[in-house]
């Protein structure tokens, strides 16, 4: 008890120190604000040559191979669940789009002036009407509403967002280009293909392709197999670090993965598991992950060397929901460190 | 020929069950003890074909590949023999209850009410254990299927056909609500997955609530006779001294636990209940209390064939059991609608 009272006043002492050395940079700032406003014009100067050399109408050939021509970007609607994250880090707000599918982490989830198109199941296309968007950033899920997205406004240019051709690493770089020239954020876009490129280098300078890695898909109690060619979560990955695929078998490309026994998994003998855990999306509480307790609680797994070293990765918890870039560059860091420690 | 045995045989079953077999203990040894002995063989023929079947060689001791036998391949085929054989007695019962044979958990809305139960679970308690899922799933069935017994004494229903058909508008009712309270909270495909029956994932520590059934099964031994007094119709019933009321809520309790407890731990295992005892009644007649071993056994039979089709057609994959057992079941289902309206059983 005392020991508590006395951790608490030595952190409300170090609280106190902090907030002290705060509010004098905050002060400190102040006293330089000539110089701070010169380089905000200096930025303001770039942004404005920026999107002088973009000036819509801006035309573009979109994922499916279209030629699009967008007139502004006054009003935006957005379907693709993939697009999400990186058009909200690039204040691209949109005006429509399904709020029911934006991970919980994403601000516009709950942003009320965004008007919410609901679920690919339920899709409520009055609210595209009522935005009257200018562009239609279409696809994932939303895939097979695009004849009546475009059908509720008529006068809205249609960038399909789907390519089955593409590799999963060539679309997401394909995406961001492609994102960066609608919205005049070719610079963004370049940094963070960057930044993608630097986190597949890394994670694969980590991976000893000695260690045999197998994806898996939880849900509901059960777990299922992803397979390493085109696999729900885990596939992206074997492509991007040459991973070693602890089984490979052809399996379905479907969501849910494959039904395997757990004997098949066992006896594959993995190094690694590669998680994604369905269940984490919806469950409120982010501590627990049921992929863990589901895996690790296992007796026909206990043998293998991916439970015995802990040696599981599960994917944030709203991967399901995101799948975009910035989720791939999560995975590969996560990926990088759990293979440094367990190699 | 089944047909024209039914009827007398029902009428006396009420106090003769014990007749019929003094008088068929008079056969020769081989015709009494001759079905009963190539069925036993049969079973173990097919239980010993599950716990060899698998993509582990059980018999490398050397390797741990022997390990699995007790970790996985008893407990699969311990599985297979408890929720084939409980689910196969539910429809039995049910459909004495109802004087009905297309009656099954199934086809009432049983499962569907269970499934509800589960979901709002899953909802308000994500984090919550198996036996609390389970206790929702039960207590959740045995009410929806109260609920359809309420409505068939209020609206006396002649034809035997429409009986399950609004028992299945009912359930879909049902399952139309879960669809949307799943689609509100993104559990549609959490539910699709609890709902698909399927012995993958079963081994030592996963299979164990199953056990409650064999207590259930027992009870139904155990009362039969009372069950195939009810099956006999209120009056009846009433006239031989039973408490009509109590048997019916009894024999409700027993089919919501075991479809409880099968749904959550296997899932859905579409007309199982409704194929057994059709076809056991259309070899031996209506005989509750010598058929039901008989009842027990084919619906291990009829789960264990269809997992084992399963899990060895696009191995080492395998395809969810009630997947087999819903393309089996309604063949059968219509063959049965079809030779009704030709022989007007029922």
Redesign the interface.
Known sequence: MTLTKRHSTFAMAGVAALALVLSGCSSAGGSQSAEEQQSEQVDQAVEDAASAECAYPVTVTDMAGNEVTIESADSVAVTDNRTFAVLNEWGVQPTAAPRTLMSPQNSWAEDETILDTGSHAEPNFDQVIAADPTVIINGYRYRDHAEKMQEAAPDAALVEMDNADLSPDEYAIAQVTLLGEVFCKQDEAAALIDQFHTAVEDAKAAYDPAMTVMGLVTNANEIRYSNPADGRGASIFFNLLDLTPALDAEGSTNHQGDDISIEAIAESNPDFFLVLDRDAAVTSDGETTPALELINGSTALAGVPAVQNQAIYVMPADYYLTEDIYAYIDVLGGLQQAFTEHK | MATIAESPTRVTNVTAGRVTRRYSAQQSPLRRYGPALLATVFTVALLGLSVFT???DITDTAG??S??LW??RIPRTVALVLSGASMAMAGLVMQLLTQNRFVEPTTVGTTEWAGLGLLLVYVFF??SGLLTKMGAAIVFGFVGTMIFFAFLQKVKLKSSLIVPIVGMMFGAVVSAISTFIA?R???????G??FAG?F??I????YEPLWIVLIVCALVVVLADRFTCAGLGKDVATNVGLNYERVVLLGVGLVSITTGVVTVVVGMLPFLGLIVPNLVSMVRGDNLRTNIPWVFLTGIWVVTICDLIG?TIIA?????VSLVLGAVGSVVFVVMLLRTRRTNVG
Request: charged share 20%; aromatic share 12%; net charge neutral.
């Open positions: 698998g993509v582990a741990g590949g390990d699995f970790i996985t994500p984090m689609i909270f993104n559990l549609l495909q959490t539910l997955a609890w399927r993958t994932g081994e030592v520590g996963r899990r080492p994959f395998e395809v969810p």
